[in-house]
Structures are given as C-alpha cells and as structure tokens.
C-alpha cells in the first residue's frame, strides 16, 4: 500500500449505528487530519492529530470522536448521526502541521 | 474569519486554450499557497505550491501569486478535457493552517 488510504470507501449507516472510519498512511509523516465535505461547501476542518495529540477540534459535535494509537492510523467514531452528517470524509497527513496534505481517498457516508 | 475566495465556476474553455483560475485570501499573514485539483468523488491532489511573488511554471502549470494585492492564479497551458475538474485554491495562514477555498470548477471543451 502506498500513499493515505481509508476504509470504508461507503457506508450506510441508521442514527442510531455505531460505525467507525479508519485512515493509514504510508508516508512517515507526522500529522494527521480529518475533513468533512459536504456539497458545494469548502472542506471543514474537523481534527489534527501531531504527533499522535491532538492539536485541533473545530467544534465538532461529541458524536464524531476521533482516536490516533499511533503516527500510521488515525481513526474517526461515529454514534448516533444525523442525517446532516452525510458527506466525504477525507483523511491527510503531513510531515510537520501547516505542509502539504496528503489526501486519502475519502469515505461517503450517508445516514439514513 | 480568515477566508480563501474562489468563483465556484463552472469556467468553461475551449480544448487547447489557456484556462485561468484565480483566488484572493484576507490573512495577510499567509505566506505559503497551494492548488489542489479534485475530480468528481475523488480526493483532492496536489498540483503545485507557492511561497514566492511571481511565477512558478511546472509543465503545463503556472502559478502566480501577488502578495499585495491577496492574489493568487492558477494558469493551465494547452488545456485538455482530462482536465475538467474542481481547482482548490489553499492558503496556509500565519499559524500555520490551511484554509481551503471552496474551489472552482473548470471545464474544458473537446
């Protein structure tokens, strides 16, 4: 595996599912993001990770909780969405905050 | 609020013209800027960046940046239909976050 990847690609998941995204990247950097994008809006930053801590929470709701065991992983938990939390998640990393991003592929996810 | 403004588009060119991308940022302390090109449900990757007034040509690719005026351009040489795609203007500002525009879509005619 090269690059950042992400599992699932899509997911279908009720409000009241618990589901979990998982980011691995192959890069040997040391900072991870997670992003939101939902249509014709900007991407929304949503967590950094550096260093395996976490240095950003953009006021994000209790609902998405994120988990980073090591400096290769980083993965987000979901309970109890709502319907407006359909959207690409995407996961990056970088060597170092503020330095180019990396992009894995993204997750669709869509709660009925 | 710190903001990267981008015309959503769609900007439509003929097929071997030059397209035109542009974006003005208001952190006046962002120093370092990057273009990232994001194909319908596919990630965004990377095409170039740029720290320096001026231009900096990569193939086909030239980005400018004009730091007095919160300026910066993509140009895209010879345009193709492979091409089409969303063009993310990004500023990294003066604490070191990146702050995405919400990209301008291109499309380029056969």
């Known amino acids: 595996e090269t690059g950042v990847t992400q599992t699932p690609r899509h997911l279908v998941m009720g409000m009241t599912n618990k589901k979990s995204l998982k980011c691995e990247q192959h890069?040997?950097?040391?900072?991870m993001y997670w992003y939101k994008q939902s249509a014709k809006k900007p991407l929304e930053l949503m967590f950094v990770?550096?260093?395996?801590?976490?240095?950003e929470n953009n006021s994000v709701p209790s609902r998405f909780s994120p988990e980073c065991p090591n400096s290769s992983h980083l993965f987000l938990h979901l309970h109890t969405l709502q319907p407006e939390d359909s959207a690409l998640y995407l996961c990056?990393?970088?060597?170092?905050?503020?330095?180019?991003?990396?992009f894995g592929p993204g997750t669709r996810l869509l709660v009925l | 609020q710190k903001e990267v403004e981008q015309n959503s588009g769609p900007l439509s060119v003929p097929e071997g013209a030059i397209a035109s991308l542009n974006c003005t940022y208001s952190?006046?302390?962002?120093?370092?800027f990057f273009w990232y090109r994001q194909y319908s449900g596919k990630s965004p990757e990377l095409i170039m960046f740029?720290?320096?007034?001026g231009d900096k040509e990569d193939g086909r690719f030239t980005a400018q940046l004009n730091k007095a005026s919160q300026y910066v351009s993509l140009l895209i040489r010879d345009s193709q239909p492979s091409d089409s795609a969303t063009y993310l203007c990004?500023?990294?500002?003066?604490?070191?976050?990146?702050?995405f525009g919400s990209g301008t879509r291109l499309l380029v005619r056969p």
């Open positions: 890069l040997g950097h040391n900072a």
């Open positions: 990004v500023a990294r500002d003066s604490s070191y976050k990146l702050i």
């Open positions: 990770y550096s260093l395996e801590e976490r240095v």
């Open positions: 990056a990393s970088s060597q170092g905050q503020g330095e180019t991003q990396y």
């Open positions: 740029i720290y320096s007034n």
């Open positions: 952190d006046r302390g962002s120093q370092s």
